[in-house]
């Protein structure tokens, strides 16, 4: 093993820098191997002169910064790759440049941090024989076969920290307070979120809703001496038979689906229904941002080192996963066949129940 590669795609979140700082440190310090830093994300290996050497000197000090070193993108597709021309854009596969690129730099392999898009990228580009591995990264931690992604653990604390503050104000105010945390297609944020920060009721993409329950709890809360009341819901949450709400296209800045404006529905339903006051916090990047919490530090510099093994050891085409306590690896086909959703029968789900939370069900 003599030279390997890096990029980081798809939304970036708490620990990537940690990630790449612990590749680069096991790649110099166990196998005196160079590491090459590819730049925002897919681009890097598509557009011209978006590489650079790292060295364990140029990795010095980003260990609690957020956001990644370097760059990132969540449209970079190869196989989707927007091309424009004078007059036009189109999209073409451009997958071939790309495992030409990997081959003709001589990478032993090239290490993919990403979630579900990037890795299922990473899985295609790897069938074409490109020497691929993975980590596993994501605030939302919606990937299959790890029991945790990186970048979780810190969004969950900054969404929490958020709730503490809001229950004062809405306390003093005698007001509801609908917190919108992301999550576009799973609720770990807001389970975890609403646990942790005392919510009144939790709505999740798992479990559509039934905006009269919700209305019910907050109302049974006010006719029992409580002033206010939390609720935290997920950006994909939708009610029993509705939809999710999308941002129109101009909100998407011309980008892929995204999802927002639910918070708000539900806090005016909630004001009509109660006549309480109502207001809606969108809790939105700043979950992404800033620097990874302990936890999170610890499992990328975990991932990080564990991914460089995984190339010494000629496993190509793995992920590193956590599993438990141990850090282990599965085949990239198995991580991306689902995602990981909460389960609503047992777990945290019946725990916040046990506790009086409502789901809206
Ligand atoms: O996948 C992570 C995520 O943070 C989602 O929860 C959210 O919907 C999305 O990224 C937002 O992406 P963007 O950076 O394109 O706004």
């Not at 990228?121 to 691929?132: N, Q, S």
């Not at 850090?327 to 995602?339: N, R, T, W």
């Amino acid at each position: 093993m003599k030279k390997i590669g890096v990029l980081t795609g798809g939304g970036d979140c708490p620990g990537l820098n940690a990630v790449i700082r612990a590749v680069v440190k096991a790649a110099s310090v166990k196998y005196q191997c160079e590491v090459i830093g590819v730049e925002d994300g897919f681009d890097g290996l598509v557009l011209p002169n978006r590489m650079r050497v790292l060295t364990p000197w140029s990795v010095r000090g980003i260990l609690p910064i957020g956001g990644t070193i370097l760059g990132t993108s969540n449209r970079a597709n190869p196989f989707k790759y927007k091309v424009k021309t004078d007059d036009k854009s189109e999209v073409r596969d451009v997958s071939r440049e790309v495992i030409k690129n990997v081959q003709s730099l001589g990478l032993d392999a090239l290490i993919v941090i990403g979630g579900d898009g990037s890795l299922k990228i990473a899985y295609e580009l790897f069938k074409m024989g490109c020497p691929v591995v993975g980590v596993p990264k994501t605030i939302d931690n919606d990937i299959m076969a790890t029991d945790v992604t990186f970048g979780f653990s810190t969004a969950v604390e900054t969404a929490t920290e958020a709730l503490d503050r809001l229950h004062t104000t809405a306390e003093s105010h005698h007001r509801v307070m609908v917190v919108e945390v992301m999550g576009r297609y799973v609720g770990w944020i807001a389970v975890e979120t609403g646990i942790g920060g005392g919510a009144d009721a939790i709505l999740i993409p798992e479990i559509p809703y039934d905006i009269e329950k919700v209305c019910k709890k907050i109302k049974d809360r006010k006719d029992t001496g409580s002033k206010s009341s939390i609720v935290v819901i997920a950006e994909g949450a939708k009610p029993i038979g509705g939809d999710v709400s999308l941002l129109s296209a101009a909100e998407s800045g011309g980008s892929a689906e995204r999802l927002g404006g639910i918070g708000n529905m539900v806090g005016d339903c909630i004001c009509k229904s109660t006549e309480m006051e109502v207001r809606c916090v969108v809790l939105g990047h700043l979950q992404r941002g800033g620097t990874p919490d302990a936890f999170d530090r610890v499992l990328s510099t975990r991932f990080g080192v564990a991914v460089v093994d995984l190339i010494a050891k000629k496993r190509l085409g793995e992920m590193v996963c956590l599993r438990g306590q141990k850090i282990e690896s599965v085949p990239l086909s198995e991580a991306v066949k689902d995602q990981k959703r909460v389960p609503t029968e047992e777990g945290l789900v019946k725990t916040a129940e046990s506790i009086g939370i409502s789901f809206g069900r």
